[in-house]
């Protein structure tokens, strides 16, 4: 089943009024503010943002105090497939390119409702996420106050009000609009990029205009004598001829003709003032040109990670979140975690430090091991993890020091993994 055969079947809702916005306008936003991705450094750069999202891995995790758990069980099935459509790396692809270029992205979770027989309360048992490309929103609520929001799309669809508690909303550069990410109505504001990418065309098609004149003229030829027009342009047709025909490139010309060749000169833009337009377009993004190129180093890609990846990758985590889970599921320490594994890069240096430092503590299984040195796993040693007899549970040390506990019990905990 597709997202809109599910929407179609979706219940009425009730008798909604549109909701309420402190400047006293209608929260209806068109989406779709596109116009800046016709630039290929536009596309490159939000190119490098995608391709490093679709890196991570989401994860339902359950916090034990501060440690976090992975569960099994079927919403991590859905985060691991998240639809028919769709693997995990193209779900994310879409919806980070859907948040990047409008500003706001919206998924439609299908779920069941079953009752828990030992608990009596009403669990959802969720089936595929649904990344959608709406034409226009519209934020709703019902008599109650409890907020609805409508959408309408391209074919000419529009979905009954959809309770927004079961709206995942990615929002980005959210601080002017009040449910929706950009400027006052809900679009990028892309007034100020637009002006800088303007200058870049400018500039490329300066260069492309001098090219083409360039080579437009290649060579003066002058007749020691006075020609009226037809026989000029005889002895010009006859020049061509000669050229056309040329096998040796000596050009054989008499007294009365001397020709001049026209040496080539391109018109051509200093390397700094591109890099200064490249840089002022990626910055925009928070992309140095260093990630764009590939040519980038440790502290350079962690740099970007922190100042440009790491927001988005809290945003998703913390929408995923607020939709999937119930309140009383999250006091349980439920979320969705988006790791960022596949996104740390390390040196081999580096990742051999990080094993000598995690191996010993046994948060290390040996085949992890393995993969991080670019080894493939072996099946004997599969599940198998190792560490070191010269710790000690921290809360047992002072028992341990003054003989409280048996040593051989200890060492028994301590080899228990």
Request: glycine share 6%; with cysteine; charged share 25%.
């Amino acid at each position: 089943m597709g997202i809109l055969d599910f929407l179609r079947k979706a219940p009425k809702q009730p008798t909604t009024t549109p909701a309420p916005t402190l400047n006293g306008w209608m929260p209806m936003y068109s989406q779709f503010g596109q116009n800046i991705f016709a630039s290929d450094v536009v596309q490159q750069a939000l190119k490098c943002i995608v391709d490093e999202v679709k890196k991570l891995k989401p994860t339902h995790v359950r916090y034990k105090d501060a440690d976090p758990v992975p569960v099994k069980g079927k919403l991590q099935d859905v985060l691991a497939e998240p639809n028919a459509l769709m693997t995990q790396s193209e779900f994310l692809e879409k919806v980070t390119w859907l948040l990047l270029l409008n500003y706001n992205a919206f998924i439609i979770p299908s779920y069941y409702i079953w009752t828990d027989e030992t608990t009596g309360e009403q669990r959802r048992q969720y089936a595929a996420l649904y990344p959608i490309q709406p034409t226009e929103v519209e934020f709703v609520e019902d008599a109650a106050g409890q907020m609805f929001v409508t959408f309408w799309f391209a074919n000419g669809f529009k979905t009954n009000p959809i309770d927004y508690r079961d709206v995942i909303h990615l929002r980005y550069n959210y601080g002017i609009n009040e449910y929706m990410g950009g400027d006052m109505n809900g679009q990028p504001d892309n007034s100020a990029i637009l002006k800088t990418l303007e200058l870049n065309h400018q500039v490329l098609q300066g260069i492309a205009k001098s090219l083409k004149a360039s080579y437009s003229i290649n060579g003066v030829v002058k007749y020691n004598t006075v020609m009226d027009a037809g026989k000029t342009e005889k002895a010009l047709k006859e020049l061509e001829h000669k050229l056309e025909n040329n096998e040796s490139g000596f050009l054989p010309l008499d007294m009365k003709a001397e020709f001049t060749p026209l040496e080539h000169k391109a018109g051509s833009v200093d390397a700094a003032t591109l890099k200064f337009i490249d840089d002022k377009i990626l910055r925009n993004w928070g992309i140095p040109l260093a990630i764009l190129t590939g040519d980038y180093n440790h502290e350079q890609y962690e740099a970007f990670y922190q100042k440009t990846l790491e927001p988005l990758i809290i945003s998703f985590s913390q929408a995923f979140t607020k939709k999937l889970f119930t309140q009383r599921e999250k006091a349980f320490g439920n979320k969705i975690e988006f790791l960022p594994k596949n996104l740390v890069f390390l040196s081999m240096g580096q990742t051999l430090e990080m094993i000598n430092i995690l191996a010993p503590t046994g948060a290390m299984f040996e085949n992890e091991k393995r993969v991080a040195l670019g080894l493939p796993p072996l099946p004997e040693l599969e599940g198998k993890r190792y560490m070191s007899l010269n710790w000690i549970e921290a809360n047992k040390a002072a028992q341990y020091q003054t003989g409280e506990v048996n040593v051989d019990v200890v060492d028994e905990e301590k080899q228990t993994i």
